[in-house]
């Protein structure tokens, strides 16, 4: 993963189309899928050359790596500051809800890191290994904030952490496939409501 | 749905025929995807003569809608008699290690309708519809399970029965689908554990 997060060093104006070509990349594979995007309506949305998109991205694989791993970045740093660090029952609950305020805002559509996973994992395995690794980061992110709150006093000892970290994971994931097949986020809110239901069971409410 | 539950009446060597090529077309597309599997593929492996394809299957788009159902059914029909109705706690926890199994001894891979709707929802709303109809069906049969379960007496009448059945479904086809990137059961254990223990404590204890 590491060419796609770290691009060699461009120049302002570089960076710019670079960033330009990965949003055309990242909006035509939300509404039409990786197998329903080509390298040339890739390259006509973003207004480049064949040559100047070539030289930021190699391959259709190079872009499409490169949107898996801004897709998982998107999260990481999603700037919202309660989401910055998961670290508390409120900035859980936030995360859930802005993850379900999205898919409404979207209609339920959009490009997702589990969409993208469901429509590569089987055939690729160098995607795979991508998206395994955003998946993982993902899980360690919510993990050290439930790791936190454990050693805040906030949550039970007994609480299983890295069995609560997946589980929330899974929750969203299979939650956003759901509400995308059916077009209601409704299997999203119950996914995540029951999941942190389940994790509230071990607050110790010192908080 | 209906052309593809409900062939017109064939022979029995015309449904030998018919489900040899739906059977091939589930192995190539667990194996390939959707993308990568063409209908020259499942006619090779079907061992059938493209005027022989045709003829049951008129299309691509056919025989992957008729994938779709037979993945539905498969689940609604397994013929394991404690998954036939998923109407106890016992019952749950079965399906749930039914599909934990599933994943770890096929290495976590093989074709969910999770996956088929990953890679098609997004890009096809023929698709989509056939795959909303199929989680909307399993939806309904953990529902109805939970419903008998509270009219027996054994689940609290305070529980959002919709809520948890959706909830269960998510966990699944998120579990399934992490499980299949990261190549881990991991996820999905934690994620059906976790929903299962938020059920279990709308349990009465007069089962």
Known sequence: MVEATQPRRLTPKGRATRERILEAAIALIARQGVAGTSIEDVRAAADVSGSQLYHYFDSKQALIRA???????????????????????????????????????????????????GELAVSDEETRGDLATGFLQWKDLILNGLRAMRDRGDLRTDADLEQLAFALLSALQGGVLLAQTVLDVEPLEAAMNVTLAHLETFLTGVR
């Open 67 to 117: 949107v898996i791993t801004r897709q998982a970045e998107s999260f990481l740093d999603s700037g919202r500051p309660r989401i910055s660090a998961l670290d508390s029952f409120d900035a859980l609950r936030a995360w859930a809800d802005a993850a379900i305020d999205q898919q409404r805002q979207t209609g339920c559509r959009g490009c997702s890191l589990g969409s993208l996973a």
